[in-house]
């Protein structure tokens, strides 16, 4: 049988002080550069605040709930569909009352909101194509949106609906 040469005290990986300090100082290094860099991408793609005043909009939302039950009260068939036509979001609405009649003399107007990002917003133009339908369009990205329809007479606001769409 052979003998086994001694390992010899070169051989031998020894655990120093410096080995300890430079593998603390590599490991925090990598933290703080991780979180240098969530810091940025969370800071940078973040347009802001989601209210302004959050007492306002607890204020608000008294009126809202009396504003839903007036809403609920008419009974309308309200449906609206938006959909990429090249590079175009084309959004129509059709409201019709609670025995399917159009609505007369109604104004509409359209949002398409950003889910996450209020810099993204596009205000919709409708125009009146008569009998309760209202077609508009504007330049949009494809993805996740709200479309958020309001419909009014005389500058009350009769109803209003946010539904979200994916626009592909």
Known sequence: MAEREPISPCDEFRLTGRVVLAGLVAFFAVVIGVN???????????????????????LAFAKEMATVKAQDALHWQVSAKAALNGDMTVVEVTARDA????????????????PTDRRGDMI??????????????????????????????DAERLFRSKNRVWLR
């Open 36 to 58: 240098g860099l969530m810091t940025y991408a969370a800071v940078s793609t973040f347009g802001g605040v989601e209210t302004d005043s959050s007492y306002r909009a607890g």
């Open 99 to 114: 025995s399917g009649r159009p609505v007369p003399n109604l104004a509409a107007t359209a949002q398409l909101v950003h």
């Open 124 to 153: 919709v133009p409708l125009s009146d194509s008569g009998a309760g339908m209202f077609r508009g369009e504007t330049a949009a990205t494809d993805g996740q949106w709200d479309l958020v329809i309001e419909l009014s007479r």
